[in-house]
């Protein structure tokens, strides 16, 4: 079940996003992810949807809490009534950047898809006003008060040459591919365009020449965005698919039109395991409960008995006790344990604590 982007598909989304600069925004809402609510002349309204791991054009609206959360909060403070005047991917990083200004103020909102998603709004001096998650690495922090900063950058896929692509390695070229940022769909589909081995681990000069024009080709590929029978979403025909697919008019109408469907049942899993665990943690504090109960229903039997035992064996345990105040006045605990030594009853005597062990016949 496809959840997230590539950096590949991003680049394609972005193109399409454009339509979107000129905007202004009307309103933002937070039921999970982030909604934002444009309006731009001649479009009318727009919705941008931003859920960890991807954003799109959304044709319908999710039920929105009555309160907003705290970073929903800041966004409209911000953001609310100000132009979206420019929309850019960073490199071939999955981070896409939205710069909105009025003429006296201009904030950015950077939308990070990798790992587990963030939304950074930043001052027009780069300043984090507000993120859905703070986070430290050991080189790069998101926290508030703190200048945004990129992680360290990559090989940008989508600025590669006849030497990024020359391929020498001691691993199958498709995998290679795959770890250099293409993932194993796109890293399939370009040993299929290239007609190369996908599992050869070395290639000929010009083979590595046509294997960047199939990835030329590849970025501007213009053949519609498609969707296929195992859920893969791409911005363009796979020719490393047997099947046709279904074709949309836009890859962010692709995205909507099903990747919506795996985040509300992503979001139904996420439900139902939290209610599992939630099921579990209260069993666990039943049967603990249930574990404490026959405990002391046992500790208050023997106690009963113990008791019990003390009424019959009275008149003789208070002779015990008379007889030991008694020795106490002359003699230690110690000197009164050593006399007592091979006593019927008194079994021992702790100088330590001063506990006295009776033994008494049931």
């Not at 590539?6 to 999970?32: C, M, N």
């Not at 020359?166 to 250099?180: F, G, N, V």
């Not at 229903?297 to 009275?314: F, K, N, P, S, T």
């Not at 344990?337 to 506990?355: C, R, S, W």
Request: hydrophobic share 35%; with cysteine.
């Amino acid at each position: 079940m496809k959840t997230e982007i590539t950096a590949l598909e991003l680049s394609y989304l972005t193109r399409e996003l454009q339509t979107l600069v000129g905007s202004r925004v009307d309103k933002i809402y937070q039921p999970t992810g982030i909604y934002i609510q444009l309006h731009k002349t001649g479009l009318g309204k727009i919705l941008l949807r931003i859920e960890k791991g991807a954003l799109w054009l959304s044709q319908t609206k999710a039920e929105m809490p009555e309160t907003p959360a705290g970073l929903c909060q800041n966004l409209r403070k911000h953001l609310e009534g100000k132009k979206l005047v420019s929309l850019e991917q960073i490199g071939g990083e999955r981070i896409i950047k939205l710069t909105f200004s009025t003429q006296t103020d201009t904030f950015y909102l950077y939308v990070e898809l990798f790992s587990n998603g963030n939304i950074v709004l930043a001052d027009k001096d780069g300043v984090i006003k507000a993120a859905q998650e703070e986070r430290a690495w050991k080189d790069r922090a998101i926290k508030r008060g703190l200048t945004y900063s990129f992680p360290p950058p990559r090989t940008n896929i989508l600025a590669l040459t006849h030497e990024n692509l020359h391929l020498h390695t001691p691993e199958p070229i498709e995998k290679h591919l795959a770890k250099l940022g293409f993932g194993k769909t796109y890293a399939t589909e370009l040993c299929t365009r290239a007609n190369i081995n996908p599992c050869a681990e070395k290639i000929t000069d010009k083979e590595n020449k046509t294997l960047l024009t199939a990835y030329e080709k590849m970025l501007d590929d213009k053949s519609g965005a498609h969707v296929y029978a195992d859920g893969e979403i791409t911005p363009f025909a796979l020719a490393s698919y047997a099947e046709k697919g279904k074709k949309y008019d836009t890859f962010s109408l692709a995205i909507d039109s099903n990747l919506a469907h795996s985040y509300a049942l992503a979001k139904k899993e996420k439900n139902k395991d939290k209610y599992l665990a939630e099921k579990e943690r209260i069993q666990k504090s039943i049967d603990l409960q249930k574990k404490a109960l026959k405990k002391a229903q046992e500790d208050a039997v023997e106690l009963q008995h113990c008791g019990e035992l003390i009424y019959q064996h009275y008149q003789e345990l208070k002779d015990i006790l008379a007889e030991l105040n008694k020795a106490k006045a002359k003699y230690s605990l110690q000197e009164i344990k050593a006399k007592l030594k091979g006593h019927p009853k008194i079994k021992d005597v702790n100088p330590k604590t001063g506990e006295i062990v009776v033994e008494i016949n049931d």
